[in-house]
């Protein structure tokens, strides 16, 4: 009887609740609510609400634009070539065996220095392990009396071998040469190049550009290297004109020859813009070009923007910017992240 009567009075519990569970209207402390209201969101107008402790803690940076006078820059494909009289190529004038040198054959990135002996070429040895040439020398020296002296010396220089010497100072940039191996006429084996000279090779397709280059950058990351415009060539390739640029300095020497990269020629003339760096930009939904500005202290909007490449790590707004406005420049991925 106490169980049937005990059963009622726990399932009306049940669905109301303990006493005192609400509270009087007015006085609702859920704090769900204010936690959401704090938290990073995109707002109706697309604008996004960025509390300060989440600005910290992704770092986020701003800073202020102005307009300026900029170059006209144009973007090239680029590659990292040899300078011709900073480097060479070490190849074979006769046929032979390859020896190595003294100090044993070079390898990639060894330094070594001009006229430093870096390998034997020495002739063809027959089975019984004579060479066939010192063997020919020697009955062309049993002639003497009845042989030219010319068919002697050239018979003497064909037994001895040649030495393979280095051109220039500098580190190998490559080897192809293998102890023993039989080399032909002309075969290439070791290229040596200064790492601290070395010269870059882009291709313009605007010929106007060949006479209108004030100066030049390499980007390589966030780095940008200065180049030094030498010339262009005279005649096309792949319907491009080959311009030639100097790099120098220690930055240079991590490059290696035929490295591909992003050459920035800027051109004698000028545009108005604003100046904000590369990591500024970002994609819409619409997949347009923005930039994202601080409207108040915790609250960021995208704008649209026209830009002009500069020298690969900033760019030049033309449009969508005013003077004035806080460019946000670290950051900027994950708050075009929120939604």
Do not use: C
């Not at 005192?20 to 769900?32: F, R, W």
């Not at 109706?44 to 960025?50: I, Q």
């Not at 202290?297 to 003077?323: C, K, N, T």
């Amino acid at each position: 009887m106490n169980i049937l009567f005990a059963f009622p009075l726990a399932f009306l519990f049940g669905l109301t609740g303990a006493p005192g569970a609400y509270a009087a209207p007015g006085h609702d402390h859920d704090s769900a609510p204010f936690a959401a209201a704090d938290s990073p969101r995109r707002l109706p107008d697309g604008s996004v609400f960025l509390p300060k402790p989440t600005q910290r803690q992704i770092g986020v940076r701003t800073q202020p634009v102005a307009r300026a006078d900029l170059s006209i820059t144009v973007e090239l494909a680029g590659r990292i070539v040899m300078d011709p009289n900073a480097g060479g190529t070490v190849q074979a004038l006769v046929g032979g065996r390859l020896a190595p040198g003294p100090k044993g054959l070079p390898y990639p990135g060894q330094t070594v220095k001009k006229g430093e002996l870096l390998a034997y070429v020495r002739p063809e040895a027959g089975g019984d392990g004579r060479s066939l040439a010192a063997s020919r020398l020697e009955r062309l020296r049993a002639l003497a009396d009845t042989v030219p002296r010319k068919t002697i010396e050239a018979a003497e220089a064909a037994v001895a071998s040649e030495r393979l010497t280095a051109p220039v100072g500098g580190a190998i940039a490559s080897t192809r040469a293998v102890s023993g191996q039989v080399v032909a006429p002309g075969e290439t084996l070791f290229e040596v190049v200064d790492p601290h000279r070395v010269l870059v090779e882009a291709l313009a397709y605007d010929l106007t550009l060949a006479g209108d280059v004030g100066a030049a950058f390499l980007a390589i990351g966030d780095a940008r290297l200065p180049l030094k415009p030498l010339g262009a060539a005279h005649s096309l390739r792949d319907q491009a004109l080959p311009l030639v640029f100097r790099g120098k300095g220690a930055q240079f020497a991590a490059l290696a020859v035929g490295q591909p990269v992003r050459v920035f020629a800027q051109r004698r003339a000028r545009i108005s813009g604003l100046q904000v760096p590369a990591a500024a930009l970002a994609r819409d939904p619409a997949n347009q070009t923005v930039v994202w500005i601080k409207l108040e202290p915790e609250r960021f909007a995208p704008r649209p923007v026209s830009i002009e490449p500069l020298d690969g790590v900033s760019v030049a707004v033309v449009a969508g910017l005013q003077p004035g406005d806080r460019v946000v420049v670290r950051g900027v991925p994950l708050i075009n992240a929120i939604r």
